[in-house]
């Protein structure tokens, strides 16, 4: 399979439309791979080729039938064009229709027809010229992205010309607006997903020739709202708007992340984000509301959430070059007031997309294979309620319960403090129904259970992070700091809490007070769970705020 992509962007191999279009291709060559199939890609570059302007002399149809009089690179392209079998026409919307290095290409192809007068079978103008060549089973896609925060509407003038001289109908078409952002590295995250998209898109057209309804209604999602677009895009230029004077750099940056706020995410808490640039000693507010979002350099308003970083690390941390959590947990900047517009960042000012996206999957089936607690704790706990019941019946029960967790968590990952548990509660169930006495499995199981918390101290990643890290941006979460080093002291307290209730069962059993051990070991671990939910929200403020604030 022969594949030919035309870029006619003035900008080269700098194109934003040309990242569309090797997205495709990356989609076609991975089908075709997979289908044992070869294909061979050509490019052409027409912003470095040498292609003038067609003179209109026709002498390619009187004296030299085929041939221009213009000695360049066109009759390459012709060459190209009939050895493709793919043709992919990459381009930025100028004016409402192609560039014009690419609309002297597509002129020039007069010596790819006849002279001679002929009717079209599809009713589609006036008029038409047959073909020199055989055309038969060429195909063509058609890629650009243009200014506008859709392009709807705005390629009409696009499509009537390759209507004209493809086909009605004999290509299809991979338009996208709000193109400039496929170079801003800050928004990498949402114009990775389109790519990925496009890529989908390729590898369809690969094997059925066409791209399906479902990939086009994701390729035609805008990358960001109407107003979030253009907010940022006047922002990009650099001026005021009324005065039309310079702003710094770093201020043309917080209109622009100003511009992220979904204002969807408003609670009806009022908000006043405040950056401090250190190394510039530049302010800026941001009022968070329900109406959206508004800047304010002059200082005047109360901040509820200020953050003191260098310009150089904030900038770092937009473009992902480094994870924000990681930076804050090295202390590379500094966050003071409420603390939950970190927690919540990407809600407030993430990719409204992949918002979207999480707020209608619901229980999808990625979401599904999330760790849950819950398969570790089921067991422990239906252990120790029904063995200290009755030994020999609670035995039963507990094991029953084991064993039905891979069932019941068919839809979630296991991990090993899962499997741990489920093998651990079968051996002291089986152990509590052939000795008919609960005390002592019972007794062991509160000793276990703590060791395994204590045990995954020595690890890479506690107990409770392997289940909590998911939300905080699953694998990347265990190169935070601050992440790690708060669920390392949970899970030593945790741990510490169930060796404790180990030995104090003991004692009590020992000292006759049973009725004691079912009110404390109750009431312990729930005070524990009270003190978990305050110290994964106040320890990692507390942190944030730098050493000389937490004086």
Known sequence: MNVLLINGSPKGKNSNSLKLAYSFIEGLKSEYANNGKEISIEELHVASMNIDACKGCFTCWKKTPGICCIKDDMQTVIGNQLKADIILWSFPLYYFNVPGILKN???RQLPMSLPFMSSREDGYGSGSHDSRYNMEGKRHVLISTCG??????????????????????NYETVFCGQGELFRVKELSARTEEYLDAVKVAGAEYAETGMISAKTDAVLRTLLYPKDVFEKMADASWGIHRTTGEKEPEDLVFTRQMAALYNKNAYDGKERVLEMHFTDLNHTYQIRLGKEGSEVVADGSLTSTTRIDTPFAVWLAISRGEIGGAEALGKQMYTVAGDFSLMIDWDKFFGSRAAVDKAETTGSDTTEQKKPTMAAMLIPWIAFWIAVSINPAPGAVIALTVAAAIPLLMRNHKLVIWDRLSIFAVAILSAAANITGNGDIPTNAGYLIFGLFWLISCLTKEPLCAAYVKYNY???????????????????????LLYVLTAAWTFLFRSAGIANTIIIVNNLIPLLMGLFTLWFQKWYPARMARGKTNRK
């Not at 506008?148 to 109908?169: P, Q, T």
Request: charged share 20%; hydrophobic share 40%; aromatic share 16%.
């Open 105 to 107: 290409l597509i002129d």
């Open 148 to 169: 506008f925060y859709s392009a709807e509407e705005n390629y009409d003038s696009v499509l009537r010309m390759f209507d004209h001289f493809l086909g009605k109908g």
């Open 473 to 495: 941006g699953g694998e990347s979460a265990r190169q935070n700091p601050l992440f790690m080093r708060t669920n390392y002291i949970l899970a030593a307290a945790w741990g």
